[in-house]
């Protein structure tokens, strides 16, 4: 077993496609009990996180000798799901170009918005496209940080629209602009001037994730 | 074309985890300048810092892409694709021009629009050649004839500059030397037009049709930044921009204009940090920002800022400082400076193939 500090853009996906180790034999042993229960999600890890990657376990297969043997390794695979909305409104059955690792995605989005597509565990950058709209826009897979950090809020905030300024974790008067906008769109959620749990949890909610 | 960054994370295989987007990337500015920089670097310095996106074209973000240097013949064609919320025009304001079978098209031309100085003296020498030999055309929209002293500071400009004014007089009197006696002979002609002798105050736009050629339905403000933007030539931008709010100007506006920008982004931004404020698209609120440049601030030259609602009707300080109704699109709106107003959808007509100021 060996201990890994979490990097930016890494979480348990693309670490067990790394390390050709099942994601739920990670993040379920034991050594990352405290973890699991202070980041809920293994897609969502923060930098700095330590967490303990089992060692491939060794596993035996009889077979003649002097036969060919076949043997299919599993790549593992993980899906992106966006819900895509313009203004509040879902962006319905609209046509979308996504280009990760030099391969292109085609497709369309639901009824409700949503696109919906399988992508390697270890994929870090997409572009996306979307018919009606000049923007491209630029997916950084696995860097979306805990809700409970500064820049996990920061980068939530900016990807539903209220603009937050730069991810850099730091807070300043963009961010906090932008979580008030959050807050003041939301009747349920306290006005305030630093985020509290309920403002994080409305977010992540709203968020998805 | 704007790239925007998503920090997005995988998604489990249950439903509940995923990322939302919203590719509304907040209001949106573009900036049309034509001639000073000032008050437009000023204006979209404000709104970036704001978080408003600008999608002015690249090639119009330069510092002197139109001052002084004739700009590529295909680079306004750059704004026909771009279609922002707000709308920043600024630069020498055209009215419309008088040409042959043109009657009643003072205040539709097309061409009309904004233009900058050296293509307006190309324009001017194009005249030249379609004018009949004893009219005379002005680079003004003075039409005050009550106004000598204004007339002849315009008429001795025309003179000194224009290589058509400095002969210009000849046809008139072919053998006057006296400056002063040309000019006074002209002031009485443009009192009184004749059918002979033709004065016309025609400026051209500098590409023509580039604003006019299409409808822009989803641009909520435009902001015709020049002098006399919303005296002239009303119903174009009104057909071109049905649904936008068009702030302007009813008389010269200042030559630099950056302090009546300043003070109503102020008044406009005035209590509201979020980039999606309601009010930002509030037609109230906006005008009402603008016109506060005047009753709050007091800036030289703000009691001639004027706007114009989506229902076509003008609206401007009356000589007592009241925001009254001041005419129509259809009108012709002239605000002098002691706040009198001469509204007139016939204040010029056609006589012999020529637009003449009418009598009325």
Same mark, same amino acid.
């Given at each position: 077993m060996s201990k890994r500090k979490i990097k930016q853009?890494?979480?348990?996906?693309?670490?067990?496609?790394?390390?050709?180790?099942? %994601?739920?034999?990670? %993040?379920? @042993?034991?050594?990352?009990?405290?973890?699991?229960? =202070?980041?809920?999600?293994?897609?969502?890890?923060? #930098?700095?996180?330590?967490?303990?990657?089992?060692?491939?376990?060794?596993?035996?297969?009889g077979g003649d000798s002097e036969q060919k043997h076949t043997f299919r390794k599993k790549? #593992?695979?993980?899906?992106?799901?966006?819900?895509?909305?313009?203004?509040?409104? #879902?962006?319905?059955?609209?046509?979308?170009?996504?280009?990760?690792?030099?391969?292109?995605?085609?497709?369309?989005?639901?009824? =409700?918005?949503?696109?919906?597509?399988?992508?390697?565990?270890?994929?870090?950058?997409?572009?996306?496209?979307? @018919?009606?709209?000049?923007?491209?826009?630029?997916?950084?897979?696995?860097?979306?940080?805990?809700?409970?950090?500064?820049?996990?809020?920061?980068?939530?905030?900016?990807?539903?629209?209220?603009?937050?300024?730069?991810?850099?974790?730091? %807070?300043?008067?963009?961010?906090?602009a932008g979580m008030q906008a959050f807050q003041l769109q939301k009747d349920e959620l306290e006005k305030s001037s630093k985020p509290n749990d309920q403002t994080r949890n409305l977010l992540s909610k709203e968020y998805g994730s | 074309m704007a790239t925007f960054e998503h920090r997005i994370c995988r998604s489990l295989e249950t439903d509940d985890t995923i990322n939302t987007l919203d590719f509304y990337p907040g209001p949106t500015f573009a900036v049309?300048?034509?001639?000073?920089?000032?008050?437009?670097?000023?204006?979209?310095?404000?709104?970036?810092?704001?978080r408003w996106l600008e999608i002015t074209p690249d090639s119009h973000k330069k510092e002197k892409t139109y001052y002084w240097t004739r700009p590529p013949d295909d680079q306004l064609r750059d704004f026909e694709d771009t279609v922002p919320d707000w709308f920043y025009i600024s630069g020498h304001y055209a009215r419309?021009?008088?040409?042959?079978?043109?009657?009643?098209?003072?205040?539709?031309?097309?061409?009309?629009?904004?233009?900058?100085?050296?293509?307006h003296k190309a324009e001017w020498k194009t005249e030249l050649n379609v004018s009949d030999s004893r009219s005379l055309h002005l680079q003004t929209e003075i039409l005050d004839e009550t106004d000598a002293r204004e007339f002849s500071a315009v008429m001795k400009k025309a003179w000194l500059r224009s290589p058509y004014g400095e002969n210009a007089h000849k046809k008139l009197e072919p053998d006057a030397t006296d400056k002063d006696a040309v000019i006074a002979s002209w002031l009485n002609l443009w009192q009184n037009p004749q059918d002979d002798v033709v004065l016309g105050s025609h400026t051209y736009a500098e590409v023509r049709g580039v604003l006019t050629g299409q409808h822009w339905d989803n641009v909520k403000v435009v902001m015709l930044v020049g002098c006399n933007t919303l005296t002239w030539t009303k119903t174009v931008f009104s057909d071109v921009f049905p649904n936008a709010l068009i702030l302007g100007y009813v008389n010269k506006n200042p030559a630099n204009g950056t302090p009546h920008i300043k003070a109503f982004m102020k008044n406009l931004f005035k209590g509201i940090s979020d980039p999606r404020d309601p009010r930002l698209s509030d037609h109230e609120h906006i005008a009402r920002a603008w016109m506060d440049v005047h009753r709050r601030q007091r800036l030289a030259k703000s009691n001639r800022m004027a706007y114009m609602t989506t229902d076509r009707k003008v609206f401007a300080f009356d000589e007592n400082d009241n925001v009254v109704e001041a005419?129509?699109?259809?009108?012709?709106?002239?605000?002098?400076?002691?706040?009198?107003?001469?509204?007139?959808?016939?204040?010029?007509?056609?006589?012999?193939?020529k637009m003449v100021r009418s009598d009325d």
């Open positions: 853009g890494e979480c348990i996906f693309s670490i067990a496609a790394e390390r050709d180790v099942p %994601w739920e034999s990670i %993040w379920n @042993h034991p050594g990352n009990g405290e973890l699991k229960q =202070k980041r809920k999600l293994p897609n969502v890890l923060f #930098p700095g996180d330590i967490l303990f990657v089992p060692d491939l376990e060794i596993k035996e297969e790549r #593992p695979k993980t899906v992106l799901r966006l819900r895509l909305i313009y203004d509040g409104e #879902p962006l319905k059955e609209t046509k979308y170009r996504l280009i990760i690792d030099g391969h292109i995605f085609r497709g369309k989005t639901d009824t =409700k918005g949503k696109l919906e597509q399988v992508i390697e565990a270890t994929a870090r950058e997409g572009i996306l496209s979307v @018919h009606g709209d000049s923007s491209k826009h630029k997916l950084l897979f696995g860097y979306l940080d805990p809700v409970e950090t500064t820049s996990g809020l920061q980068a939530r905030l900016n990807n539903l629209g209220f603009d937050a300024g730069k991810v850099d974790g730091d %807070w300043g008067s963009l961010t906090r | 049309l300048e034509l001639l000073d920089h000032k008050d437009s670097r000023y204006f979209a310095k404000y709104l970036r810092k704001k419309t021009a008088g040409r042959s079978g043109m009657e009643g098209a003072v205040n539709h031309h097309l061409p009309a629009g904004f233009f900058n100085e050296p293509f005419g129509a699109a259809s009108d012709i709106t002239l605000r002098f400076d002691n706040g009198t107003w001469m509204f007139s959808k016939n204040a010029f007509v056609v006589k012999g193939n």
